[in-house]
């Protein structure tokens, strides 16, 4: 069984992510979505409704499964026996902190050993803060979020296009 971890914030999970767990369900038996319960940010949704959110986005991925987690990340890799942890690569500008945190976690664990897969092309540019950023100010997003995301932005912050 080779098990990858990817995770995140996901706060909310973009159609971005979405592209990033199908890619990496094609390459692993089982992919963890792991969503950080972090307290050092401030999240806009809660941990539960990230989880829910989540959960509903990938409803159709059969070896995906969803969790929350505290902690180190090295820890989960070794709880839950991953070979591989799985990020994002949209541009280069992602590089810098990406090698950083793989290298560390290499550090904290051998058996954590980081894999960076890239989005479709049409979501290089997506993150889960724009998206957030656009629905604060009553821009459309219902082409950029899965639907149990979109719903849930319109229920934040409401409808109204720029
Ligand atoms: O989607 P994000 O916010 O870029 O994800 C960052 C995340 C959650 C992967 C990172 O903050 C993390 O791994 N947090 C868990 C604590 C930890 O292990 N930190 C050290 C990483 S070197």
Same mark, same amino acid.
């Given at each position: 069984?080779?098990?990858?971890?990817?995770?995140?914030?996901f706060?909310p999970i973009?159609?971005g992510?979405?592209s990033?767990v199908?890619?990496?369900?094609?390459?692993?038996?089982?992919?963890?979505?792991?969503?950080?319960?972090?307290?050092?940010?401030?999240?806009?949704f809660?941990?539960?409704?990230?989880?829910?959110m989540?959960?509903?986005?990938?409803?159709?991925?059969?070896?995906v499964?969803?969790?929350?987690?505290?902690?180190?990340?090295?820890?989960?890799?070794e709880?839950?026996k991953?070979?591989?942890i =799985?990020?994002? &690569?949209?541009a =280069?500008?992602?590089?810098?902190?990406?090698?950083?945190?793989?290298?560390?976690n290499?550090?904290?664990s051998?058996?954590?050993?980081?894999?960076?897969l890239?989005?479709? &092309?049409?979501?290089?540019?997506?993150?889960?803060? =724009?998206?957030?950023?656009?629905?604060r100010?009553?821009?459309?997003?219902?082409?950029?979020?899965?639907?149990?995301?979109?719903?849930?932005?319109?229920?934040?912050?409401?409808s109204?296009k720029?």
């Open positions: 069984m080779r098990r990858a971890v990817y995770p995140g914030s706060d973009t159609n992510h979405l990033l199908r890619r990496a369900a094609l390459l692993f038996d089982e992919v963890l979505v792991a969503i950080a319960d972090n307290s050092t940010k401030e999240p806009l809660s941990p539960e409704e990230r989880m829910e989540t959960t509903a986005a990938l409803a159709g991925i059969d070896n499964r969803v969790i929350v987690f505290e902690g180190l990340l090295a820890k989960l890799v709880q839950e991953c070979c591989a =799985i990020r994002g &690569l949209r =280069i500008s992602d590089f810098e902190y990406e090698f950083q945190m793989a290298l560390m290499r550090k904290l051998h058996q954590a050993e980081t894999v960076f890239m989005p479709s &092309l049409n979501w290089v540019y997506l993150s889960s803060s =724009i998206v957030k950023e656009v629905a100010h009553g821009g459309e997003t219902k082409t950029l979020v899965p639907k149990s995301v979109y719903e849930k932005l319109q229920e934040r912050f409401g109204g720029v």
